[in-house]
């Protein structure tokens, strides 16, 4: 027992010998208390209580308070943490609120009451609880017992906010701030109700409150509720864009976001972000995992998830104390108040096709009718705001009016000229998309919700939907003549579309007739009681012109939507219904009418497919960071195939090199995927030459498929390549012809071209459609040009200077176009990069020319439940096999540990990445080199060095780029790397050529003292040759400087350069050498020698002497701040 306890206590001792530094914000186990905090939060209830729907006079599974509180008090018994936020537009939207209460004053409101009973922490006002104007809003603040929040709206009168900007609330031992933010768009919409309050962008008050929060009130954390949506839509400079909060407050760690009923839960830029569909469908939870250093609290995990509440039983303690207002409401809506001789809103003749916005119907008449007769007006206008609206046949009770007009509006009267008139008319015509040829639907714009398209009576009008928005509305008369631009009109319409036009500019008078208090419910209502039974009158005083919607297989086509076999497809957030016209060419070019509905209508039309990927630089396998993998490709494509047989698979270029799994077998194996995908033309880009012009020939002579290049000539001027290759499909000939990119000359190494000329990509392009003309019916050129405007030549140069090319199937410049670009009738396509899109190009041929022509991108979201393809998976296990043997290859060794981890790299120099540094700045010649420590993933140990550890320690794909930069950017560069030290950033320069001291004690930006290059003083205004990876050249890791400055020149990929290099020079000098200065003040001689005992790491022995352990590591030359020993003496330096 006595041997074997000296051989345990041996092994512990040397177990303690070696400490690791960790970063300064993590202490040991012992001394960290953990806490969750969970938030709960709700958004758009719009008046929902109960689980019923009044409209329907039934039982909704899907909404209501009751279902929410259920789930409240089940997430408060798991966790006791918990607080309960509501995110605006909650005193509106149901019978119960609008009609009932809301109007009352002298009425408790029950949202207030309920919410109050369910124990709410606090609540954002939206933009629904202005609809009632402010006395309500001082009402619910004085009967909440709840902060109501709005930090950017202030009165105009002093300055001072309007509600409370924010609450500091402790929970669990943690302080927490709540900011509350609400759409500044709120003059647009209730404009007279607010004339004395200022809504500011959000972004800025956010970012404002922030810091009081922090800096004041001393909260550990911030969390937001804004009632916007994550994309703005109506302000001038995106003050209403809830993105520009995240991304411009970082402080925020969650947010709860509403207004556009959207479903988000996910984390963005660091901040977990959250959003739920209305009326209380869904419950969004946030839970923060908080760790405690010192006084202080951090983050270390955040979740967001959506609880959904169907199927979640209501609770039945809630109901029971909101019984009052619910059965009020019921007694209410009971009792009928007209009758109907028939449906005000006929039958669709397509299923998903709301008629009340394609032609006139009862049901707007009514409105209309309604608004005329109580206004004294002209003219009136009125919208659908839900496209089922209907009054049915029989008796009319409340809950009908509430269908037809579910918004609170007033109604509001003002005199317009004609030309107000005319504008007002162009703007809600809007609505609808442009006629194309071989639609058989009409259509309605995606980006306008239905509540914004009017409709009028009082006038005879026509809108053209062939002409664009803006120039639609035609034969517009008023008593049989047509209106004048200065004539005057009374015209009739809600307060909220007074408030908009105004906002806008359309209007300029103030009204003459205003109905507040009183809705314009009540007065449909009011109308339907004096008439006592209404029928159901159209007057057809408007039609939609322009569309011929006769085509010979429209009625196949509406019988496939109305069996279910079509869908007609909404806008992403579901909220505008038919954003798109059925066309007869695009369905067939996607093969969704049958060959024999074709062949029985004599239709002859070929569809044919180019599906097309660029510039994936060998991402074969699906990543975080890359695409979608071409497993999936393959699968998607056969899945095309079915549909469409008629189909061509190309490629831009791009392709070859990228990845250790294409570099190791120079190309080969990509190649060998690209022949069991089976694709049929490809066009080599500039990094395609990477292996070389004779190598890049061998791989076009192993491909199942040409690489075609039409531009690119050998010394003798014969083609290096061949030029072109013809494909048909069903009788159809496709000429493919390849346009290189002349940057190849100086994008890859030069001896990889030396010898080839690059020819003017026009006069090649013109040469070719002169070639193939009468050979092909379709001409595609298929083109490494790219977008990017600082290129001489691009694909868009091409298109606009030679007619007859059809397609351009592009790359290089990592453009994505998720609809191509049309420029004159050439459409130009690109899927951006690294296979996170494969594009799809669908053309109808008929009567020998192109009929249609439409393009798309299958997305890497798109292809999340894609199953992969298990041939190209075996391929690529297969390849991966072979590549494990070369990684195991030895390339040179090293007598030291090359310091590669994440707390080094990222906070000072280190001898791997001077060598990384070093090796770029060999390779390109350039006079500086600067790399980021975030790309450098791993250390090397002592001993051999395999090409497997270089691709552990640059794993990325990089490749060398150098760029013409002035030398005050150089500087920017500098100072955004050091701008967290001694805090760790991915940025952290690593050098070569140069040398910079910076003072961490200055504020960031202002922390570089001294730059020389080449041993000289940097010069700001002179323009130098800086080489660096891909990734920041393209303005990674927030290297913002780098984005736009010209691009000279590019090399193989980093891995490969570095193999390279240590080939060559071996790793003898790779040592810190000085290049990184942390600025000392001069130095007393040492006070204190520290002897280092067991367990002890070099951040906590600076900390006992207010030091950073790069100081002590500087000052000691420890060549491995890794390794410290016991006994060990550490010499302390002091001011």
């Known amino acids: 027992m006595l041997k074997n306890s000296k051989k345990l206590s041996l092994f512990l001792a040397i177990i303690m010998v070696i400490s690791i530094i960790v970063p300064l914000n993590l202490v040991s186990a012992e001394e ?29 599974d899907d909404v209501g308070l009751a279902k929410v509180y259920t789930i409240v008090k089940q997430v408060r018994k798991e966790n006791p943490n918990t607080l309960l936020l509501d995110n605006g537009d909650t005193i509106q939207g149901t019978v119960l609120t609008d009609d009932l209460y809301n109007l009352n004053l002298d009425k408790p409101n029950p949202m207030m009451d309920v919410m109050n009973f369910m124990g709410y922490d606090a609540m954002t006002l939206g933009n629904h609880e202005f609809n009632f104007g402010l006395d309500l809003i001082h009402k619910m603040v004085k009967e909440a017992n709840f902060p109501i929040l709005s930090a950017n709206i202030y009165n105009k009168e002093d300055g001072s906010n ?163 207002y619910h059965e009020s409401t019921l007694e209410f809506l009971k009792d009928p108040i007209g009758t109907s001789t028939g449906d005000f809103h006929p039958k669709a003749e397509i299923e998903g096709i709301p008629e009340a916005q394609v032609r006139d119907t009862a049901v707007i008449d009514l409105i209309n009718n309604v608004q005329l007769k109580y206004t004294g007006a002209d003219i009136s206008a009125a919208a659908l705001f839900k496209s089922s609206s209907n009054i049915e046949k029989g008796d009319v009770t409340y809950k009908d009016i509430f269908d037809i ?58 809108i053209d939907i062939s002409k664009p928005a803006g120039q639609r509305i035609v034969d517009l008369k008023f008593n049989g003549k047509a209106v004048k631009d200065d004539q005057v009109f009374k015209l009739a319409i809600n307060n909220y579309r007074y408030g908009g036009l105004k906002s806008l500019g359309i209007i300029s008078n103030e009204p003459y007739f205003k109905s507040d208090p009183v809705s314009l419910r009540s ?153 069991s995908i089976g694709y049929d033309a490809m066009v080599p880009g500039n990094h395609d030459f990477n292996y070389g012009q004779e190598r890049l020939t061998e791989l076009s002579n192993k491909a199942k498929f040409p690489i075609v290049a039409a531009n690119i000539e050998k010394e003798d001027g014969s083609k290096f390549l061949k030029p072109y290759t013809i494909k048909e499909l069903n009788g159809v000939k496709v000429g493919i012809f390849g346009l290189a990119t002349p940057e190849t000359t100086y994008k890859t190494h030069p001896n990889n071209v030396k010898g080839l000329k690059f020819t003017d990509p026009v006069k090649a392009a013109e040469e070719m459609v002169q070639e193939l003309k009468d050979k092909v019916d379709i001409v595609v050129a298929l ?37 191509g670009k049309l420029v004159n009738d050439t459409l130009i396509v690109q899927t951006g990069e690294y296979d996170k899109n494969l594009g799809i190009v669908n053309l109808v041929y008929e009567d020998g020319k192109i009929v249609y022509k439409s393009a798309k991108l299958f997305t890497k979201a798109d292809a999340k439940d894609l199953e992969e393809d298990k041939d190209i998976l075996s391929v690529v296990t297969s390849i991966k096999e072979e590549n494990n043997k070369i990684l195991s290859v030895v390339i040179g060794e090293t007598n030291k540990k090359l310091i590669g981890e994440r707390q080094f790299v990222r906070t000072g120099e280190t001898n791997l990445g001077n060598l990384i540094a070093d090796a770029m700045l060999e390779v390109s010649g350039a006079d500086v080199a600067l790399t980021n420590g975030g790309g450098i993933r791993a250390s090397i140990e002592p001993g051999k060095i395999t090409k497997g550890d270089i691709i552990t320690v640059l794993p990325f794909g990089n490749y060398v780029v150098v760029k013409e930069m002035k030398g005050s950017d150089i500087i920017a560069a500098l100072e955004h790397g050091i701008s967290a030290y ?48 891909d990734f920041l050249a393209a303005g990674g890791d927030n290297y913002t400087m780098f984005k736009d400055d010209k691009i000279v020149a590019e090399y193989p990929g980093l891995d490969e350069v570095v193999m390279n290099y240590i080939k060559k020079y071996g790793t003898e000098g790779a040592k810190i050498d000085g290049r990184v200065k942390v600025y000392e003040e001069e130095t007393k ?12 790491v070099l951040w906590k022995i600076a900390n006992k002497f207010g030091l950073t352990w790069q100081k002590i590591a500087n000052f000691n030359k420890l060549e491995n701040p890794n390794l410290i020993f016991p006994g060990q003496k550490i010499l302390i330096p002091v001011k």
């Open 523 to 675: 007065y449909i209502a009011e109308y339907i009681k004096e008439k006592g039974t209404i029928e159901p009158e159209v007057d057809n005083n408007w039609e939609i012109v322009g569309a011929d919607l006769n085509h010979p297989l429209r009625d196949e086509i509406i019988d496939m939507v109305n069996s279910g076999k079509l869908k007609i497809p909404t806008s992403k957030d579901g909220r505008t219904p038919n954003v798109r016209s059925l066309n007869v060419y695009e369905l067939i070019a996607e093969g969704k009418i049958p060959q024999e509905i074709l062949e029985e209508n004599n239709i002859k039309a070929t569809p044919i497919t180019i599906a097309h990927t660029n510039d994936t630089h060998a991402r074969v396998e699906e990543g975080k960071y890359a695409g979608m993998g071409f497993a999936k490709i393959a699968t998607k494509v056969k899945e095309l195939k079915k549909k469409t047989p008629n189909l061509l698979l190309l490629d831009a270029g791009d392709t070859l090199h990228g990845q250790t799994i294409a570099s190791l077998s120079r190309g080969e194996s990509i190649i060998e995927i690209l022949n």
């Open 1085 to 1096: 001689p040492v006070t204190e020698i520290y002897i280092v005992r067991p367990n002890d």
């Open 162 to 324: 309007f509600v409370k900007p924010y609450l500091v609330k402790e929970i669990g031992g943690v302080k927490v701030g709540i900011i509350g933010l609400t759409t500044p768009n709120i003059p647009q919409w209730d404009g007279p109700k607010v004339t004395s309050l200022e809504f500011k962008p959000m972004a800025e008050e956010a970012k404002k409150y922030a810091k009081i929060l922090k800096e004041e009130e001393n909260v550990d954390i911030i969390i937001a509720t804004a009632h916007a949506g994550l994309e703005g839509r109506h302000h001038p400079t995106g003050g209403d864009a809830v993105k520009n909060v995240i991304n411009e407050v970082p402080e925020i760690e969650a947010i709860l976001i509403g207004h556009d009923h959207m479903e988000i839960a996910e984390i963005m830029n660091g901040t977990a972000v959250g959003a739920a569909d209305d009326k209380g469908h869904q419950v969004v939870r946030f839970d923060l995992t908080l760790k405690k250093s010192g006084d202080s609290w951090t983050v270390v995990d955040k979740k967001v998830e959506l609880i959904e509440t169907k199927g979640v039983e209501a609770s039945l303690e809630l109901k029971d104390y909101a019984k009052k």
């Open 982 to 1029: 001694p805090e760790t950033l991915g940025a952290f320069p690593h050098v070569a050529g140069m040398e910079f001291v910076f003072d961490p004690s200055k504020e960031a930006g202002n922390r570089i003292v001294e730059v020389k290059i080449d041993g000289k003083p940097i010069n700001p205004d002179k323009t130098y040759k800086v080489a660096t990876n």
């Open 783 to 819: 083109s490494h040009l790219g977008l990017d405007k600082s290129s001489k030549y691009t694909s868009e140069l091409v298109a606009s200077k030679v007619d007859g090319i059809d397609i351009i199937v592009d790359g290089h410049s990592h453009t994505s176009l998720p609809n």
């Open 32 to 60: 960290t208390e953990t806490v969750k905090i969970t938030v709960l939060g709700t958004t758009d209830i719009h008046g929902n209580i109960y689980d019923w729907s009044y409209e329907d006079g039934a039982e909704d």
């Open 405 to 462: 007009y579910k918004y609170p509006n007033t109604l509001y009267a003002v005199e317009v000229t004609g030309k107000e008139l005319k504008d007002y008319m162009e703007w809600s015509a809007a609505y609808f998309n442009t006629y194309k040829p071989g639609d058989v639907t009409i259509s309605f714009n995606p980006e306008i919700r239905g509540y914004n398209y009017d409709m009028f009576a009082g006038v005879e009008y026509k």
